[in-house]
């Protein structure tokens, strides 16, 4: 059984940062890619940023490209993403998913492992 736990969202001020952590328990982690999704009240689930198994390849949504880095440390078993000048609307539940390629990144339907969420708040 694979499970995908996610920490370090909380309260922050704009254009303050935060890193996210996922940790991947069970499964083979450097066979996975890696995305966060994030969601909103009332919103539709968002693609925000993805790193391929080997960590040589990143994409990100439009809204955080220049503001987020997502990486991984395959020896850890652990994803992360990084995010800087943080918006209101940042504001969201984030969610880290994995899946074994190929699959397409910006569908959330594609990945197979779901963590349980972290609150990021982003308060002017």
């Known amino acids: 059984q694979v499970q995908l736990v996610e920490s370090g969202g909380g309260l922050v001020q704009t254009g303050e940062s935060l890193r996210l952590t996922c940790v991947v328990i069970?499964?083979?982690?450097?066979?996975?890619?890696v995305s966060w999704f994030r969601q909103a009240p009332g919103k539709e689930r968002e693609f925000v940023a993805a790193?391929?198994?080997?960590?040589?390849?990143?994409e990100y949504g439009d809204s955080v490209k220049g503001r987020f880095a997502i990486s991984r440390d395959n020896a850890k078993n652990t994803a992360y993403l990084q995010m800087n000048s943080l918006q209101r609307e940042d504001t969201a539940i984030y969610y880290c998913?994995?899946?074994?390629?190929?699959?397409?990144?910006?569908?959330?339907?594609?990945?197979?492992?779901w963590g349980q969420g972290t609150q990021v708040t982003v308060s002017s």
């Open positions: 069970g499964g083979t982690f450097g066979s996975y890619g």
């Open positions: 790193i391929s198994h080997t960590g040589f390849s990143t």
């Open positions: 998913a994995a899946s074994t390629p190929p699959f397409r990144l910006r569908v959330p339907r594609e990945y197979d492992y």
